[in-house]
Nanobody, 117 residues
Framework: QVQLVESGGGLVQAGESLRLSCKVS??????MGWYRQAPGKQRELVAQ???????????KYADSVKGRFTIFRDDATNTVFLQMNRLKPEDSGVYYC?????????WGQGTQVTVAS
């Protein structure tokens, strides 16, 4: 059974940090991404990490989070993390982890991140 279980959201002040976790069961975590959706807006890609057939990682970040967010993976626990530093109010939204891209059926349940100014 495929499960993506997220944790780590919450309410923080601008400039603070949060770390989101996504525990993956039933799938390898080789192709993972984090998306977010703010009220009234479309879901957008925040960060993506894909392991190529050569073993090298391909990593992509939204321009708005480059230098502040880091996606990384713990292969031992099949968990993907999103470290979010220097958070801004515009980072607020529901964050979803995803396996296999936006057209994939594999999504976490979402975790709320609220950044107060």
């Amino acid at each position: 059974q495929v499960q993506l279980v997220e944790s780590g959201g919450g309410l923080v002040q601008a400039g603070e940090s949060l770390r989101l976790s996504c525990k993956v069961s039933g799938l390898s975590s080789n192709s993972m991404g984090w998306y977010r959706q703010a009220p009234g807006k479309q879901r957008e890609l925040v960060a993506q990490k894909i392991k190529s057939t050569s073993g090298a990682d391909f990593i992509k970040y939204a321009d708005s989070v480059k230098g502040r967010f880091t996606i990384f993976r713990d292969d031992a626990t099949n968990t993907v993390f999103l470290q979010m530093n220097r958070l801004k109010p515009e980072d607020s939204g529901v964050y979803y982890c995803n396996y296999g891209g936006p057209s994939s059926p594999y999504w976490g349940q979402g975790t709320q991140v609220t950044v107060a100014s």
